[in-house]
């Protein structure tokens, strides 16, 4: 069975490669260096050439708080390109299964916790992401549409705040936690007496290892099949105050830690239901400690080789 993999070489995308290989299937990856997901003639062909069984959309121009802010036009129109150009080239060579990735951030940013599926579209977005968090709505319901008028069988997976290997570690771009992780490392290695962080710590989020979110699509493939989207989370939050200090503790940083409340904060609290999932047999098997403690070593040694994005 033939596979395909949108976003092979990010953080979801490489961790799926992985899954996938280990369960013995041929998988193709696709990245900018193999083929430009925003035009859909090459897209369209790429597909029909290679006539995959299952496509898997990890691909999207993510990033924190800062990138959603200040690029929300790049990050509307070329995940709306992305994600549109993969259904249509699925759609068009008769692809049997396909699973669309988004995010927890397409609920209202004052959802009541956690959050069940049932609560998209039933309040306000948060402001710093909303472009971003539109586009994968607009996926979900694309998918949906698929799914009434062609009686197709594809999913759509929505996963809470993802890290692990191959993530994006560069400080402008980057989620809350890598950038902790790497600004505890650096800080530790040069000495500082304190590192600065964004906000104010009050903030709860959820955090999954991506090899987590790997068995659970391998799961929803064989288990799931729903035009309602799937919640992929661990049930459980932190404060970011507290992911800080805890991260600070692996890394071996003991200086002062100081929070810049004029940046923004986001959301006050996202934390997933994930009944659904778990009723499928699944349920996350890294801990935060361990998967911080492992990407914390597979950062230093890519740090080492140059293969990391800072």
């Excluded at 990050?75 to 669309?100: E, G």
């Excluded at 805890?246 to 996202?270: H, L, N």
Aim: with cysteine; net charge negative.
């Amino acid at each position: 069975m033939t596979v395909v993999i949108a976003g092979s070489t990010g953080l979801v995308g490489s961790a799926l490669v992985k899954a996938f290989e280990n369960t013995g299937q041929q998988v193709l990856g696709i990245n900018r260096n193999v083929l430009d997901l925003t035009d859909p003639k090459a897209t369209s062909e790429f597909i029909s050439r290679n006539k995959p069984e299952i496509i898997i959309d990890a691909a999207a121009l993510v990033g924190g708080i800062a990138a959603n802010n200040s690029r929300p036009v790049e990050f509307l129109t070329q995940n709306l390109q992305i994600q549109n150009n993969l259904m249509s080239a699925a759609h068009l060579a008769n692809v049997p299964k396909f699973v669309f990735l988004g995010s927890s951030c397409i609920y209202p940013k004052d959802s009541p916790q956690p959050i069940k599926e049932e609560y998209l579209l039933t309040g306000p977005l948060e402001e710093t992401n909303s472009a971003y968090a539109i586009a994968k709505i607009a996926g979900i319901e694309m998918l949906k549409s698929y799914r009434k008028e062609f009686g197709v069988k594809w999913i759509s997976i929505m996963p809470t705040n993802l890290y692990g290997p191959s993530d994006n570690f560069n400080l402008e771009t980057s989620h809350v936690l890598p950038a902790l992780l790497r600004k505890f490392l650096e800080a530790r290695e040069s000495g500082k007496e304190f590192v600065e962080v964004w906000g104010t710590g009050a903030p709860r989020r959820e955090f999954l290892h991506v090899d987590d979110l790997a068995s659970a699509v391998l799961i929803a493939l064989e288990s799931y099949d729903s035009s309602l989207h799937l919640n992929v989370g661990t049930g459980f939050d932190i404060s970011i105050n507290d992911l800080a200090v805890k991260i600070a503790g692996i890394v071996g940083f003991s200086g002062e830690i100081k929070w810049d409340a004029s940046r923004p904060d986001g959301t006050s609290q996202k934390v997933l239901d994930i009944s659904r999932i778990s009723s499928l047999g699944w349920e996350p098997r890294i801990t935060l400690d361990e998967g911080i403690s492992s990407t914390l070593t597979w950062l230093q040694s890519a740090m080492e080789t140059g293969g990391v994005r800072l």
